[in-house]
């Protein structure tokens, strides 16, 4: 066959759809692909290399192809050459691209011959070769998807999207649907804490230091933990690509309604990191200066405490980034430990003053009637997504209007969950005879979400004042904090 005219050289790419598998080696079809251009005396391009990736799956992002069709489209490259057509794509709308720019004089071959994809046959039949391609993709996908939910229907729980023999969830024996008692009873232990207002830090750092280890002997870390919670088959439900399909045989890790509280937990949390349990002034403390929240960080370069927890300090973080919200002063700074030991006092000494008792009682009340009107709404969201399940059972409904109404119920529902949660810990009515020292119990016996609650009662929504350090008198922290209302 005669070497045609081309106005560049002539690109190679490779692609395997998965790394390991029975495929020719990417590396190998780059080699037959560059012998063959040597044989033609055709000028070798750039090489592009698709390892691991699927040419079926329209979500997948393949780097490689995306250059190539750069370089073809743009004219740099006069042609490509690929081991197998099907190795190009499997997508019949891609494969229209490749025949447009064929029309422009582009070089298209495998190492085995060559396409002409400028006349109606060469169209043809590479057309066909993609729509075959796409077919055998199409049906394997099917078949895969059949025989994973005929598992999750008979028991074989895949909720994660991992296979149970390859990964083991933790709480569970290999099969997925044992229940491993030594790890469940921490799962239990976990939710009754995390529900209590302990942070997902510390609940982290808890089983680390007890030697409790994830089910591939790692370290917890909040994502982990996080997953590891909202998993359905705790409380006993098998899942198929978001779908519940069956029910695990026995009783529950937890039951549905710790899970629903859970979940609506961190379904009501706000984008982005919210505040660590370790500071306890977070969202309290202002600058004496300029009036800005303290920002909160850890503090590496200083010693660590006494205890080995790593330093932290609040500070007044100045911005300085053009476009952004101006900033604090950056002129204040304290030690985490010793502004959250001032908050503790002040906080005990409020509450324990007769001439605030009034003011405590009617925060309390205020409490009382904001959970009440919340368990109301909650209980209406409930009983409407009761009937509309009643409804759907029925045949009343389709499946399209259930989610149509559910999906935004659910979202209410879940914020008014954790609304209603983070009122737990809030104090209820104050005796008159509650003593300062009554006080310092309490707080001593409280979780660090309830001594929060604790300082928001105390400051009935004023704020922590801090001033900067007295050069003179560096270690008294009291004078340097104040109580006022907000600016």
């Known amino acids: ?22 495929q020719k080696s990417t590396p190998g079809q780059v080699a037959a692909c560059r012998a063959v251009l040597a044989g033609r005396g055709l000028p070798p391009g750039e090489v592009h290399v698709d390892d691991g990736k699927s040419a079926w799956n329209a979500k997948v992002k393949r780097k490689g192809w995306d250059a190539l069709m750069k370089r073809l489209e743009s004219g740099t490259a006069g042609g490509v050459i690929v081991y197998e057509l099907s190795r190009f794509s499997r997508r019949p709308i891609e494969g229209e691209r490749l025949i447009e720019a064929a029309e422009r004089g582009m070089l298209v071959l495998d190492s085995e011959s060559e396409y002409d994809l400028t006349g109606a046959n060469g169209k043809k039949q590479f057309r066909d070769m993609l729509a075959g391609a796409a077919y055998y993709s199409d049906d394997l996908s099917r078949k895969v998807k059949r025989g994973k939910l005929e598992k999750a229907m008979n ?94 045989p026995g009783e529950p890790v937890i039951d549905s309604g710790t899970f629903d509280r859970i979940a609506a937990k961190y379904a009501a949390r706000r984008a982005g990191r919210p505040f660590s349990r370790a500071y306890l002034a977070s969202g309290h403390a202002v600058c004496a200066v300029c009036g800005k929240p303290l920002s909160t960080r850890p503090v590496s370069r200083r010693r660590a405490y006494p ?60 409490h009382e009637e904001e959970a009440t ?86 400051l009935r929504g004023r704020v922590l004042v801090v001033g900067p350090a007295d050069p003179a008198d560096r270690a008294n922290v009291t004078r340097r904090v104040t109580i006022a209302d907000p600016s």
């Not at 259930?402 to 879940?414: I, K, S």
């Open 1 to 22: 066959m005669s070497t045609p005219e081309i106005s560049g050289p002539v690109d190679v790419y490779a692609r395997q759809s998965r790394k390991g598998d029975k």
């Open 155 to 248: 028991g074989n729980p895949e909720d994660e999207g991992r296979h149970v023999d390859r990964v083991r969830s933790f709480g569970w024996e290999p099969d997925g649907i044992t229940v491993r008692e030594s790890e469940a009873a921490w799962i239990r232990w976990l939710a009754e804490h995390l529900l209590h207002g302990d942070s997902q830090d510390a609940l982290a750092r808890h089983l680390n230091a007890r030697g409790v280890l994830t089910s591939r002997d790692k370290p917890w870390r909040v994502t982990g933990l996080r997953e590891m919670l909202l998993r359905e088959r705790n409380r006993g439900n098998i899942g198929h690509c978001g779908v519940i399909v069956a029910r695990l």
């Open 307 to 366: 205890d080995g927890e790593v330093a932290r300090e609040y500070w007044c973080k100045k911005y300085t980034q053009p476009g952004r919200p101006a900033g604090g002063c950056g002129t204040v700074r304290i030690d985490q430990r010793a502004l959250d030991g001032a908050a503790r006092e002040l906080a005990v000494e409020i509450l324990a003053d007769p001439r605030h008792a009034a003011q405590v009682e009617a925060a309390a009340a205020r």
């Open 373 to 458: 009107a919340l368990d109301s709404l909650i209980t209406d969201a409930e009983q409407t997504a009761l009937a509309m399940a009643d409804r759907l059972g029925r045949g009343e409904k389709t499946l399209a209007e259930y989610d149509a109404v559910m999906g935004p119920l659910d979202t209410r529902l879940a914020g008014l969950r954790a609304q209603r949660e983070a009122l737990n810990g809030a104090p209820g009515p104050v005796p008159a005879a509650q003593s300062r020292a009554g006080w310092a119990a309490r707080w001593e016996g409280a979780t660090p979400g309830e001594r929060r609650a604790l300082l928001r009662t105390a």
